[in-house]
Protein backbone atom coordinates (compact mmCIF):
# COMPACT_ATOMS: atom_id res chain seq x y z
CA UNK A 1 0.00 0.00 0.00
CA UNK A 2 2.95 2.41 0.77
CA UNK A 3 4.37 1.46 -2.98
CA UNK A 4 0.81 2.86 -3.70
CA UNK A 5 0.32 6.22 -2.34
CA UNK A 6 4.49 7.01 -2.93
CA UNK A 7 3.69 6.57 -6.65
CA UNK A 8 0.77 8.70 -7.17
CA UNK A 9 1.70 12.49 -9.20
CA UNK A 10 -1.29 14.01 -7.86
CA UNK A 11 -0.84 12.67 -3.96
CA UNK A 12 -0.38 16.27 -2.62
CA UNK A 13 -2.06 18.67 -4.47
CA UNK A 14 -5.07 16.70 -6.08
CA UNK A 15 -5.78 13.44 -4.32
CA UNK A 16 -8.88 13.30 -1.99
CA UNK A 17 -9.01 9.62 -1.29
CA UNK A 18 -9.69 5.86 -3.15
CA UNK A 19 -12.89 3.71 -2.31
CA UNK A 20 -10.44 0.86 -2.56
CA UNK A 21 -8.28 -1.37 -4.79
CA UNK A 22 -10.21 -4.03 -6.88
CA UNK A 23 -8.12 -7.13 -8.50
CA UNK A 24 -4.47 -6.87 -6.50
CA UNK A 25 -2.50 -9.55 -7.93
CA UNK A 26 0.70 -10.97 -6.87
CA UNK A 27 2.25 -12.41 -10.03
CA UNK A 28 5.78 -12.86 -8.75
CA UNK A 29 7.63 -12.32 -5.70
CA UNK A 30 10.10 -8.91 -5.32
CA UNK A 31 12.99 -9.88 -3.51
CA UNK A 32 15.52 -7.59 -1.98
CA UNK A 33 17.98 -6.00 -4.52
CA UNK A 34 15.07 -5.81 -6.96
CA UNK A 35 14.74 -3.10 -9.88
CA UNK A 36 11.09 -2.12 -9.65
CA UNK A 37 8.95 0.42 -11.60
CA UNK A 38 5.14 1.26 -11.95
CA UNK A 39 3.50 1.88 -15.02
CA UNK A 40 -0.42 3.29 -14.51
CA UNK A 41 -2.91 3.46 -17.44
CA UNK A 42 -5.75 6.03 -16.97
CA UNK A 43 -8.84 3.66 -18.25
CA UNK A 44 -12.06 5.90 -17.13
CA UNK A 45 -12.28 9.54 -16.26
CA UNK A 46 -15.74 11.19 -15.19
CA UNK A 47 -16.68 14.40 -13.43
CA UNK A 48 -18.58 13.08 -9.65
CA UNK A 49 -22.21 13.53 -10.17
CA UNK A 50 -23.08 14.41 -6.71
CA UNK A 51 -19.97 17.16 -6.15
CA UNK A 52 -18.81 19.05 -9.36
CA UNK A 53 -15.83 19.85 -7.52
CA UNK A 54 -14.34 16.24 -7.95
CA UNK A 55 -13.25 13.81 -10.36
CA UNK A 56 -13.36 10.05 -10.67
CA UNK A 57 -10.52 8.30 -12.09
CA UNK A 58 -9.95 4.99 -12.83
CA UNK A 59 -6.29 3.37 -13.07
CA UNK A 60 -4.84 0.18 -13.90
CA UNK A 61 -1.43 -0.76 -12.52
CA UNK A 62 1.67 -2.62 -13.46
CA UNK A 63 4.58 -3.31 -11.09
CA UNK A 64 7.43 -4.74 -13.42
CA UNK A 65 10.96 -5.56 -12.05
CA UNK A 66 14.72 -5.18 -13.71
CA UNK A 67 13.99 -7.70 -16.57
CA UNK A 68 10.30 -6.30 -17.12
CA UNK A 69 8.33 -9.20 -16.45
CA UNK A 70 4.97 -8.45 -14.39
CA UNK A 71 5.29 -8.69 -11.09
CA UNK A 72 2.15 -7.33 -9.59
CA UNK A 73 -1.46 -5.94 -11.38
CA UNK A 74 -4.37 -3.76 -9.91
CA UNK A 75 -7.18 -1.53 -10.63
CA UNK A 76 -7.63 1.26 -8.71
CA UNK A 77 -10.12 4.39 -7.98
CA UNK A 78 -8.64 7.55 -7.19
CA UNK A 79 -10.88 10.72 -6.31
CA UNK A 80 -9.51 13.56 -7.17
CA UNK A 81 -10.02 17.75 -6.75
CA UNK A 82 -11.12 18.93 -10.51
CA UNK A 83 -9.61 22.37 -12.00
CA UNK A 84 -12.30 25.35 -11.84
Do not use: Y
Amino acid sequence: FRLFLLTQPWAEEASLGSPGIDDLRWVRPVRPGDTIHVEVTVTDSRPSASKPDRGIVGLDWQLRDQNDEIAMTMRSIQLLRRRP
